[in-house]
């Protein structure tokens, strides 16, 4: 808005140029601090967000992404300052040139995705497949695309599964065997809030249907994706179907994107 512009430029040149002073103006209005969630009423006045009335949904960074999950597993190291860390390498990667051996201390490779270490010639894979920029040549913005090869590592990546059993693990020791109570830590851990009536509904239905598809791989001796807990009070099943409700949440778009 041309005026409110000008009103904006004229307070920071009274306040003597201070961003801070205008940081505080703008985030202390009302405006900036009405909340988005009666969508239905926006959506109907201006379905395109043309008068802006809500920030439009974007997608999290490689690396917000790799800390929010660490986070939600209760895996994230977060020491500040210190040299860089180099995770481990997902199986059939050829090491990059000149070699990347994982730091040794497992403490030290799940600090933030700020600390990983950068090589010109082999950029870390879940960062590569979540746009990180080419490192042989400057970037003035990151582009954000959405592909396969997201998704699939987010799937597939054994370090993602072994969050994800850290996740299980951590619902299990603060929620306990019941999976109503699963799935409300779940989804507070992972959203920030309590699931609605049709959701709670719908991860009941997996869990129970989870269960006996994960009974039958039990019976075929199958290895199983289990929580990073104390199971000795838990069906394996349960445990595994836990598991794999966290990893489904991990990956839906709710926690990749901001909305």
């Not at 660490?70 to 500040?80: D, E, I």
């Not at 040549?137 to 072994?162: G, V, W």
């Amino acid at each position: 808005h041309p005026e409110l512009l000008d009103w904006l430029a004229s307070e920071f040149i009274d306040n003597g140029w201070s961003v801070k002073q205008m940081h505080r103006l703008i985030m202390t209005s009302k405006t900036y601090q009405q909340a988005g969630t009666r969508q239905e009423l926006g959506a109907e006045k201006d379905p395109f967000n043309r008068l802006l009335w809500r920030f439009p949904p974007h997608r999290l960074e490689g690396e917000v992404i790799r800390d929010s999950m660490l986070a939600v597993a209760g895996k994230l190291n977060p020491q500040v300052g210190g040299p860089s860390v180099m995770p481990p390498l997902p199986n059939g990667m050829p090491k990059p040139r000149g070699g990347w051996e994982p730091t040794l201390d497992p403490d030290e490779q799940t600090r933030r995705s700020i600390y990983i270490f950068v090589r010109r010639n082999a950029r870390f894979p879940m960062m590569e497949a979540f746009d990180m920029p080419d490192t042989h040549e400057s970037c003035a913005r990151r582009n954000i695309t959405t592909t396969a090869p997201q998704a699939l590592a987010l799937l597939n990546d054994e370090q993602t599964i072994d969050w994800a059993r850290g996740f299980a693990g951590r619902v299990l020791s603060e929620a306990g065997a019941d999976s109503s109570r699963q799935i409300e830590q779940a989804y507070r851990l992972a959203y920030n809030r309590l699931p609605d009536g049709f959701e709670k509904d719908a991860a009941m239905t997996f869990f129970d249907k989870q269960r006996e598809v994960i009974a039958k791989r039990q019976a075929a001796s199958e290895p199983l994706a289990l929580p990073d807990a104390d199971l000795s009070s838990v069906d394996p099943a349960a445990a595994a179907a836990l598991v794999d409700f966290c990893h489904a949440l991990m990956n839906s778009n709710e926690f990749v994107y901001v909305n």
